[in-house]
């Protein structure tokens, strides 16, 4: 790997820069000084539709200062409306927009969906799909766990007959994040139950106001309403939604997995929550809430986890490094995420303890609460990032067997 820029790579991140200091809104902004964890949704798209008057305003200028350039989706291709980013531009895109912490690509549609489309879908399903989730016109859900299939994803059950020129689904899937928000869902269900569990899956796209598809809420721990669980009763949905071939969607929606794994942002995210809290321990004001805490306790922790997150870095640009020479990243993926999964819960453990008490305060807006409570919401939050997107436990196996080449079972 070279960790140093080229001269091109140099004079991007300059105009990436340059770009977030001139048009980034100052509601976007203000939510980067407050440094409140956003929790599992909260990004410029559903801003546009669900935000506050405030958010709305916000989200349509940084919309059209994105459309510009072309940077609403900087990682497709320029025919259809992206970017056409090379892999290390995209990486010094995301990295400089982290670091200014600004509204990234956000979504499953533009994140996951687009580009899944673009190398699975037909030239009509990009035509019909891509445009629409480019303008925010299509928010999309993901419906992929069921009650019986979390981790062991290809357990799944949730039945989908074919019926002329539609399918008949019928089943329930959980943890459908934003399924209250979206228009639209993606995701995998079974057209052969009699074939291997990895095989008889195909990959389905549907109208979330089609009969029959009900979304009830599942409120967090964190009192945060951003997934749920969807029930589907003789929901018909076209033969031309599904993308790629029948029986065929594992190997798509595994695709899809790749993009989601590719995490290059979350050591920036992490980083800045440990500089806040160096910058409280070295403050005045900071003592209100550290003479009582643990900081001399966890100082050395705080320093630990500041290491790590260059790991961390280092796991990701690892990853970016793979795609620019054109390697797809496999086992490289599954141990950037269960390390970043596995540090933020560290990593707010930490802040609650050097706090001590003030840890307990759980509402933003207490003038109590240290740094804005970032570290008592995201240590809830965070509960479910070791099992969300794939548990530790089978990142593991999958290291484990791909990646040392260690026997199964």
């Known amino acids: 790997m070279d960790w140093l820029d080229t001269e091109e790579q140099a004079a991007f991140r300059n105009q990436v820069r340059g770009f977030i200091n001139e048009r980034l809104p100052e509601f976007y902004r203000q939510q980067a000084v407050d440094n409140r964890p956003r929790g599992l949704e909260g990004d410029w798209q559903e801003n546009l539709v669900h935000g506050t008057p405030e958010a709305k305003q916000a989200a349509t200028e940084w919309a059209k200062a994105l459309n510009e350039r072309g940077w609403v989706a900087p990682h497709w291709p320029q025919a259809y409306g992206g970017a056409g980013m090379t892999t290390m531009e995209q990486f010094i895109f995301n990295q400089e927009m982290a670091e200014a912490d600004a509204p990234m690509v956000g979504g499953a549609g533009l994140s996951l969906l687009g580009p899944t489309v673009l190398v699975h879908g037909t030239d009509e399903q990009k035509a019909r799909l891509l445009p629409p989730t480019l303008s925010g016109e299509y928010l999309w859900a993901q419906g992929f766990s069921e009650p019986g299939a979390g981790s062991d994803l290809a357990s799944l059950q949730t039945r989908a007959v074919r019926d002329g ?14 399924a209250h928000k979206s228009n639209w869902l993606f995701g995998m269900f079974r057209t052969d139950p009699e074939a291997p569990k990895h095989r008889g899956i195909s990959f389905l796209v549907m109208d979330m106001s089609t009969p029959g598809l009900t979304v009830r809420p599942i409120i967090s721990m964190g009192w945060e309403h951003a997934t749920n669980e ?61 003479q009582h805490g643990g900081l ?20 990701s640009f690892r990853i970016v490094s793979m795609q620019a020479r054109g390697v797809i990243p496999n086992y490289e993926a599954s141990t950037s995420k269960m390390y970043h999964s596995e540090l933020l819960q560290r990593v707010s ?6 706090y001590g008490l003030y840890g307990n305060l759980w509402d933003p807006d207490e003038p109590l609460a240290p740094q804005k409570a970032t570290f008592t919401q995201s240590n809830v939050h965070s509960v479910v990032m070791t099992i969300a997107g794939g548990s530790s436990e089978i990142q593991r196996n999958i290291i484990s067997t791909r990646g040392l080449g260690l026997p199964r079972g």
Do not use: C
């Open 349 to 354: 453990r930490t802040g609650i303890k050097t």
């Open 230 to 290: 969807t029930f589907y009763e003789d929901v018909r949905v076209p033969v031309a939604n599904r993308i790629g071939e029948e029986n065929r969607g594992w190997y798509v929606g595994v695709t899809l997995l790749d993009f989601e794994r590719s995490n290059i942002s979350g050591a920036i995210h992490i980083r800045r929550q440990l500089d806040g809290l160096i910058g409280v321990a070295k403050s005045d004001e900071g003592q209100r809430w550290l």
């Open 296 to 315: 001399k306790r966890e100082r050395h922790a705080i320093a630990e986890h500041y290491i790590e997150s260059e790991v961390m870095f280092n796991f």
């Open 165 to 178: 020129d539609e399918y008949v689904v019928n089943g329930q899937k959980l943890w459908t994040s934003t």
